[in-house]
C-alpha cells in the first residue's frame, strides 16, 4: 500500500464550480500535510499548508484534514481558467526523512 | 530571476552515457533535493543534502549520485543512464527540514534512448 492515494483524475469542472480534491494516507503519524500546485512544464509550488487537524482558508481555497480518517481535502470555491493545473498533496512527520507526494490529480476549468 | 533554477531544461541521451543535471538557487537554504516524477507515481525523493557536507539517500537513489559543490549548488548524475530513467527531475530548496516549504525548480525533462 502507498502511503499516500490520490485520485489523478482528470477532473473537469465548468468556470465558477466549487471543486474538492482530496487524498488518503495510512501512516499515523502525519502531521504536516500540504497541497502544491503544478502547472504545466513547471515545478510544483506550495498553495496551502495546515499542521494537524482542522481547517485552513486562504482566499477561494480551503484545506481540511480528517486524521481520525487519515483524510485531507482541498476546495477551490469559484474555480477559475487560471485554477487548471495539477494538483498535488503531500505530508510528512515530525523527524521523518521523506516528503510523501500524491500523484497528484489534474484540474481543468473550462470558461 | 529564478530562485531555483535547473539546467538543462531538456536533455536527450543514450543507454549508458554519463549525464550530469544541475541545480543554483539563490534563496540561501541549506537544505537541497533532487525528485523524479512519473507519470502515476508522483514525486520520488533521490537524494538530499541538509549542508554541504551532509548527503543522504532518498528512496530510489540506486542508479544516481549527487554533488553538493557548495550552499548554492546540488548536481545530480547518472553514471550511465538506462531507458527506465526517463523522467522528469526536479530538484527542490528549503530553510528547514521536510516540514518546511520546499521550492522547486522548474524541472528537467531527460529522456534515455
Known amino acids: 500500500q502507498k502511503e499516500v492515494e490520490q485520485d489523478p483524475g482528470p477532473l473537469s469542472v465548468p468556470e465558477g464550480a466549487i471543486v474538492s480534491l482530496n487524498c488518503t494516507y495510512s501512516n499515523s503519524a502525519f502531521q504536516y500535510f500540504m497541497w502544491y500546485r503544478q502547472y504545466s512544464r513547471k515545478g510544483p509550488e506550495l498553495l496551502m499548508y495546515t499542521y494537524s487537524s482542522g481547517n485552513k482558508e486562504d482566499g477561494r481555497f480551503t484545506a481540511q484534514v480528517d486524521k481520525s480518517s487519515k483524510y485531507i481535502s482541498l476546495f477551490i470555491r469559484d474555480s477559475q481558467p487560471s485554477d487548471s493545473a495539477t494538483y498535488l498533496c503531500?505530508?510528512?512527520?515530525?523527524?521523518?526523512?521523506?516528503?510523501?507526494f500524491g500523484t497528484g490529480t489534474r484540474l481543468t476549468v473550462i470558461p | 530571476d529564478a530562485d531555483v533554477t535547473q539546467t538543462p531544461r531538456n536533455r536527450i541521451t543514450k543507454t549508458g552515457k554519463r549525464i550530469m543535471l544541475e541545480c543554483s538557487q539563490t534563496k540561501g537554504h541549506d537544505r537541497m533535493y533532487w525528485y523524479r516524477q512519473d507519470p502515476g507515481l508522483g514525486l520520488q525523493l533521490i537524494y538530499y543534502?541538509?549542508?554541504?557536507?551532509?548527503?543522504n539517500k532518498g528512496e530510489i537513489s540506486d542508479g544516481y549520485s549527487v554533488s553538493r559543490q557548495a550552499q548554492a549548488k546540488f548536481s545530480l548524475s547518472l553514471e550511465s543512464a538506462i531507458p527506465n530513467q526517463t523522467a522528469l527531475y526536479f530538484c527542490?530548496?528549503?530553510?528547514?527540514?521536510?516540514?518546511?516549504?520546499?521550492?522547486f525548480g522548474p524541472g528537467t525533462r531527460l529522456t534515455v534512448l
Open positions: 527542490a530548496t528549503s530553510s528547514g527540514g521536510f516540514t518546511d516549504t520546499q521550492y
Open positions: 503531500a505530508m510528512t512527520g515530525t523527524g521523518a526523512n521523506n516528503l510523501f
Open positions: 543534502s541538509f549542508d554541504v557536507k551532509d548527503i
